[in-house]
């Protein structure tokens, strides 16, 4: 007959287990990852370095979409651009940056001339992404703003067009080049769709 010797455990394995036991969340008290909507459920080419990018990854975000130029007279919305993102992007807020050379030839210059000109003259940290087409009716138009349009009824027209997307991708907003990103509406928009529920 074997008499089996039960040992009591060391301090250090108690506070093991507790630790453990606090750290690990139930799975029914995890949050779900935000559901994809369809107008992010595509790719587009980082501008650095032009690697495909899994738009999906902001799901559950207000997203800001803009087409972008360098040399335009709306150029210094770059500016408010990252402000705004810097000002709400704790709070669930992202900005896509889309350069465009279609109106006035104002974005002349390759993906990497782009992202030094962000950097450099702006201190861009918003995601940026390689040159595309967004003006309406061009066979090879970028198929976000292809969809934004459709959903809004309002193509871009010049440089820095905005669409505002909600965290469900149900509700799209169109601001004209004209308003600055850090205008009343547009920051009143912001901050109503921040705050509704997911």
Not at 3 to 10: K, Q, V
Not at 71 to 92: A, D, M, N, P, V
Request: hydrophobic share 35%.
């Amino acid at each position: 007959m074997f008499t089996r010797l039960l040992t009591a455990p060391s301090a250090k394995h108690v506070v093991g287990i507790l630790l453990g036991a606090a750290l690990s969340t139930p799975a029914w008290a995890q949050t779900p990852p935000a559901t994809c909507p369809a107008l992010l459920k595509r790719e587009a080419p980082r501008l650095q370095d032009e690697k495909p990018q899994d738009l999906c990854q902001y799901a559950g975000k207000v997203v800001l979409v803009v087409n972008t130029a360098s040399y335009c007279g709306f150029t210094s919305q770059y500016k408010s651009l990252e402000t705004l993102y810097s000002q709400y992007r704790e709070r669930g807020l992202v900005v896509l940056g889309f350069p465009s050379n279609d109106f006035g030839s104002q974005e002349p210059g390759s993906n990497k001339d782009i992202a030094e000109f962000c950097e450099n003259t702006f201190s861009v940290k918003f995601p940026m992404f390689a040159k595309s087409r967004v003006k309406a009716g061009d066979a090879s138009v970028n198929p976000l703003f292809a969809e934004l349009g459709q959903r809004t009824g309002k193509t871009p027209s010049w440089n820095f067009h905005k669409y505002l997307i909600s965290r469900d991708g149900r509700e799209v907003q169109s601001f004209g080049s004209i308003t600055d990103p850090m205008s009343k509406g547009v920051v009143r928009e912001v901050e109503r769709l921040l705050s509704a529920a997911p």
